[in-house]
């Protein structure tokens, strides 16, 4: 099952009141919610509609679960900037830079450990792991007839999943 995204054209004003051309607001390329670690819980995440996104609240069980939230009127969240802000200064997760998806795997700081990182294979991934007392990426393969997706960080079928970097 294919997810729906949801796109919205929007046509954005300069301070000097002038009209440019439209912008297509799409988060699609976001990383996806999550509420298991700290630095997660502590993340505000984007949706699709970039007029709304995502943050960690506690629950009745003392668990954590996503709630979503809206912006105020006539701003849009920036997942880069964690904030909701004028259109003008809005970008998607598509002009997060390539090195972010595909850079060669990193497990130098918490949230680099917590990453599933591209394989130049798309059916396998790389997850840093505990090895003689450091952490270090270690290749790994997703399971029969699936491929890695940086977007979902996890492996998907072969029709959700849409390729990490340019060069695929």
């Not at 954005?12 to 912008?23: D, W």
């Not at 999550?34 to 995440?45: G, I, K």
């Not at 200064?89 to 591209?118: F, H, I, M, S």
Request: hydrophobic residues 40%; proline residues 8%.
């Amino acid at each position: 099952m294919i997810l729906p995204i949801i796109l919205l054209l929007l046509l954005v004003v300069n301070p000097s009141q002038e009209a440019v051309e439209p912008i297509l607001l799409d988060n699609g390329l976001c990383p996806v919610a999550r509420c298991v670690t700290y630095d997660e819980v502590n993340t505000l995440w984007a949706v699709p509609d970039a007029a709304y996104f995502q943050q960690c609240r506690r629950v009745a069980t003392g668990g954590w679960a996503l709630q979503l939230m809206p912006c105020a009127p006539g701003t849009l969240f920036s997942y880069k900037q964690q904030v909701c802000v004028l259109p003008v200064y809005w970008k998607g997760c598509a002009a997060l830079p390539d090195e972010q998806r595909c850079a060669a795997p990193r497990c130098g700081t918490y949230k680099e450990v917590n990453t599933l990182w591209v394989h130049e294979s798309s059916d396998k991934f790389y997850q840093c792991r505990r090895i003689n007392g450091t952490w270090a990426p270690l290749a790994l393969p997703c399971a029969p007839g699936t491929l890695y997706s940086f977007k979902h960080q996890v492996c998907v079928l072969p029709s959700m999943w849409e390729a990490s970097c340019n060069d695929e």
